[in-house]
């Protein structure tokens, strides 16, 4: 999961421990004087921020801004261990866990063939001269997918495995790979009609579907496929002359035991894969469900390739097991927005400027809430649509803020932190299963989209309140 794109600095990389001392300490002198509810509650997400810009290994950025919130918090030791158990649970270590079986999944298509059935497929229809088309379709392929599941973890670890092998035989760099699934996966995540955040939206604004894509979801959408398609080209050009390919194929099977029956195994696993997406989409399932899904289309797989299941067992196994360290990681994150939501930064917030919100004209009040949504805690849509509703929703009402406008702040609140100013999980998901590690570049690209974004909804909301 390396890549060749740019490393940090000499420089940069002897200030970063002092950096990571330094804030460590600060936080743990602050935490003698400071409780929750203190705008001290942000200092671990900027800590993760500057560390993963810095270009610091993810997995240690990530265990740094948990040690700064511990330090903030100051938990007993018995606490802090109570923090870490419970996230083993969490909805974004599943996240990991579902990265986890989505590349053994991946191997398993590798070594039966399907890979490279599929891949000669698709690259029949989108052409093999024109890498702009099949960017154009990778992306559409993400954004149909996470609107049909609803989520954006379980849904891109389902196609990754295929698109994976397409970018590598056509020389699509990891950077461009990665953007990609990022900008298609989040344009399907804001239309899907049975995620949960945008149920919440729905039901706090007490809007139907229709003007729930109309004034929030649909110009979201719009822009990351456009301005996304745009960036991502330029991440190609940019990146093909730091060598950023994929440096093996993965749909060679090498030495591995591969099947004499690709095209049955490509059956099972399409079947097997319509299935599993259909029963998705009517039960309205979740997160949790490729948890079930992924082994079970992997197992269907390798029984249609006529393959001993201990050699599809292994296979899968193997797939995953080199993706252990985002499971790792996934988790720590976990722990980290557990840590930041017990500080309750938000609180600090309402109560220095809570009066004066409640004073103000219905553009600036909406204006100033949805960029308050958007400094909350990455990776918790659902619950930032609640919190913010819960906080600032009776405000909303008294001061005559539409439904259409509320539809807008509670949308950018939830969503508008895909793209940035912090890393989120969404990103990292993007990342881990495109193979790529460069979280500087992924951040700069959500950037490069939240910029516009915000001037956008700006705009629309200046004229509907």
């Known amino acids: 999961m390396s890549t060749k794109a740019e490393s940090p600095s000499r420089m940069s990389s002897a200030v970063v421990p002092v950096v990571v001392t330094v804030s460590i300490g ?9 409780g929750s509810g203190s705008f001290w509650g942000f200092v ?30 100051q938990p007993t030791p018995l606490d802090a261990a109570s923090v870490l158990g ?24 590798r070594v039966t063939g399907v890979a490279g059935v599929l891949v000669r497929a698709i690259m029949g229809l989108l052409g093999e001269r024109s890498r702009t088309a099949v960017i154009i379709g990778m992306m559409a392929t993400s954004l149909i997918t996470v609107f049909m599941l609803g989520t954006l973890a379980g849904a ?58 109309t004034y929030g979801a649909g110009p979201l959408a719009i822009l990351s496929v456009l301005l996304g398609t745009a960036i991502v080209l330029m991440w190609q050009r940019r990146t093909e002359r730091l060598d950023d390919f994929y440096t093996d194929d993965p749909t060679d099977g090498g030495d591995e035991p591969s099947s004499a029956r690709p095209r049955l195994a490509t059956v099972g696993f399409t079947i097997s894969l319509l299935a599993s997406v259909t029963y998705a989409t009517l039960n309205q399932a979740g ?17 249609a390739a006529r393959q001993r299941t201990t050699d599809t067992v292994t296979a899968f196994c193997r797939g995953a097991g080199a993706y252990l360290h985002l499971f790792l990681l996934f988790w720590l994150l976990e722990a980290l927005f557990a840590v ?20 103000t004209s219905p553009f600036v009040f909406a204006v100033v809430v949805g960029l308050i949504g958007l400094a909350g805690v990455p990776g918790a849509s659902a619950a930032v ?13 008294e001061i005559g803020l539409s439904p259409a406008a509320w539809i807008v702040v509670l949308l950018f609140a939830s969503k508008g932190d895909t793209y940035g100013p912090f890393p989120n999980p969404n990103m990292v998901t993007c990342m881990g299963l495109s193979r790529y590690e460069n979280l500087r570049y992924m951040l700069m690209s959500g950037w490069m989209l939240l910029i516009p974004a915000t001037l956008m909804y700006t705009v629309i909301l200046y004229f509907i309140t």
Do not use: H, K
Not at 26 to 34: N, R
Not at 55 to 68: D, Q, R, S
Not at 91 to 104: E, F, M
Not at 292 to 299: F, H, M, N, R
């Open 287 to 303: 997160t949790a469900f490729p948890l079930l899904a992924l082994p079970v289309i992997a197992l269907v797989t390798g029984l």
């Open 26 to 34: 600060l936080c743990l002198a602050i935490g003698f004087t400071v």
């Open 385 to 397: 649509v609640v919190l913010v509703d819960q906080i600032f929703g009776s405000v909303a009402a």
């Open 156 to 213: 891109l670890a389902i196609v990754a495995p295929i698109l994976i092998p397409i970018a590598a035989r056509l020389g699509v760099t990891r950077t461009a790979t990665a953007v990609t699934l990022l900008y298609g996966g989040c344009a399907g995540l804001a239309l899907a009609p049975f995620a949960g955040s945008n149920i919440a939206i729905m039901e706090a604004a007490e809007v139907s579907y229709g003007e729930y894509v």
């Open 86 to 109: 419970d996230s083993l649970g969490g909805s974004v270590t599943s996240i990991g866990l579902i990265i986890l079986l989505g590349a053994g999944l991946g191997e398993v298509l």
């Open 44 to 73: 671990p997400i900027l800590l993760y921020t500057v560390l993963c810009l810095s270009g610091l290994n993810i997995l240690i950025a990530t265990g740094a801004a948990l040690a700064a919130g511990f330090a903030l918090l």
């Open 340 to 359: 930041v939501d017990q500080l309750d930064p938000f609180q600090a917030v309402f109560d220095r400027w809570g009066t004066e919100l409640s004073a």
